[in-house]
């Protein structure tokens, strides 16, 4: 099983740019609070999410074609390379997320896009934000214009979710990490 250790060393052997790196960690906290939810162990899922962009930086053009071999090769298990590639499903990839920790990186990876861009914008940041706020700004098609909308809905299909649902959890994880996140707000 990858360990979030494993993880950081291996995305930060391959991600430098701040933003990038911020977004794992986004994605990483989500995963934590998906993982709780259905009763899987936070540390993995959170394994999974900090890696799940690992070639992005490099091949922002061939993303998730340079994943597979080299995560092999330094022992992360198929079962998480699996996971990682199924996040690409439809644009990357034809891997189709099956389990429910592929479900949710697929999902909360655009999701999160949107949370953080609420958060940024507030004067308490994530702090004192609710899923309601997350939900009407979902509807603004102009907001956070490149977080895919459609794939968000699709994941939480898949998931068997509400958008509500999986936005409260996201918010869950990421709160207490407001500070490392960048989202403690423009008063922060
Ligand atoms: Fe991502």
């Known amino acids: 099983m990858l360990t979030l250790e494993q993880a ?9 740019q701040e933003n990038l790196l911020l977004h794992a960690k986004n994605v990483s906290y989500a995963m934590g609070a998906l993982a709780r939810h259905f009763g899987e162990d936070p540390e993995h ?19 998730l074609q340079h994943t597979k071999e080299p995560l092999l090769a330094a022992g992360v298990p198929e079962e998480d390379v ?29 999701l999160t896009g949107i949370i ?3 958060a940024r914008m507030r004067p308490q940041g994530i702090r ?9 700004k979902f509807k603004d098609k102009k ?16 998931l068997g979710l509400e958008l509500r649902e999986v936005t409260e ?6 709160r207490p990490h407001a500070e490392e996140l960048g989202l403690l707000g423009t008063e922060g």
Not at 90 to 106: A, F, I, Q, R, W
Not at 128 to 136: F, P
Not at 169 to 174: Q, T
């Open 45 to 63: 899922w959170q394994a999974v999410g900090l890696l799940h962009d690992y070639d992005y930086e490099k091949y922002p053009e061939e993303h």
């Open 169 to 174: 959890l996201c918010l869950e994880g990421m």
């Open 116 to 118: 953080q861009a609420c």
């Open 143 to 158: 907001f956070a214009a490149k977080c895919d909308r459609e794939l968000i809905l699709r994941g939480c299909e898949l």
């Open 82 to 110: 699996r996971a990682i590639l199924s996040h690409g499903w439809g644009h990357c990839t034809d891997v189709k997320p099956e389990t429910n920790m592929e479900k949710s990186l697929y999902t909360v990876d655009e």
């Open 128 to 136: 004192d934000l609710e899923a309601k706020s997350v939900l009407k």
């Open 8 to 16: 950081a060393a291996l995305n930060g052997s391959m991600v430098t």
